[in-house]
């Protein structure tokens, strides 16, 4: 029986390569795909409860500011919303990062894309947690 084989992109386009045998882009892919995993996981149970809290339980199926100010008022609510925000992020700027390196793209301009999307990762998160401050800070 056959070894399959895995596709990798090489210096001078896709090359095929024994499974198994990964070099350094592989192995951060790799990782990705955990992250990508692992965070989709931690999603599930997240939004369920963001869900769950911000419309299932209030009578109109939506929080207006001023029951999102009480809302956030406990520590842990703003600790889980906030574990939100950055998993959700993280989850979506990872499967991006995996549509976009299927376009073939060279090492440097993966390298490239994952700086940015880095960038727009903090941007987001950081908006996100001064959003919260402001509307925790409304007490």
């Known amino acids: 029986m056959a070894t399959p084989s895995l596709p990798v992109r090489g210096r001078r386009g896709p090359t095929w390569t024994p499974a198994g045998a990964e070099d350094a882009a592989g192995a951060g892919r790799a990782s990705a795909w955990m992250w990508q995993a692992v965070t989709g996981a931690v999603l599930l149970g997240l939004v369920t409860l963001h869900m769950v809290a911000n419309h299932f339980v209030v009578p109109e199926g939506l929080r207006n500011f001023a029951q999102v100010v009480a809302y956030l008022s406990d520590p842990v609510i703003v600790a889980l919303e906030v574990t939100f925000l950055v998993t959700v992020t993280w989850h979506g700027l990872l499967g991006l990062r995996a549509v976009l390196f299927d376009f073939g793209f060279s090492q440097r301009v ?26 925790v800070g409304h007490t």
Do not use: D
């Open 110 to 135: 993966e390298k490239r894309i994952t700086r940015i999307l880095l960038v727009v990762g903090a941007a987001t998160v950081g908006y996100g947690l001064w959003v919260t401050s402001v509307i």
